[in-house]
């Protein structure tokens, strides 16, 4: 079954990417990046509120979410320069970071 959902995710990831590229003959980056806010906000925020928040661990994540901020966004400003199949391709290398972190410093087997 995991097969499936894996597979259901790549073309949901590649489908995604072109619409951001089309979305870019509309907005800005800039654009993308608050409409993607908002679209996540509206999924995130009830989860949160159900499960609860800690509100004292915010203080200490609050640099980790600036950093993945400017990371959310420079991914919308190479969609929007690049050709997606070359962007697409490139960004789609992220699953190799933690692959190689956790080897070289966890010392997990892969």
Do not use: C
């Amino acid at each position: 079954m995991w097969f499936y959902y894996a597979l259901f995710a790549a073309i949901l990831w590649g489908v995604g990417q072109i619409f951001v590229k089309k979305g870019t003959a509309s907005f800005t980056p800039f654009g993308d990046n608050v409409i993607a806010t908002l679209i996540q906000l509206l999924i995130v925020a009830p989860f949160l509120l159900i499960v609860g928040i800690n509100l004292k661990s915010i203080p200490s994540a609050l640099p980790y979410a600036f950093m993945v901020a400017v990371l959310y966004m420079t991914y919308y400003y190479v969609i929007s320069k690049g050709q997606i199949s070359l962007t697409a391709t490139g960004l789609s290398g992220y699953p190799l970071v933690p692959l190689l972190l956790s080897y070289i410093f966890l010392h997990e087997v892969l």
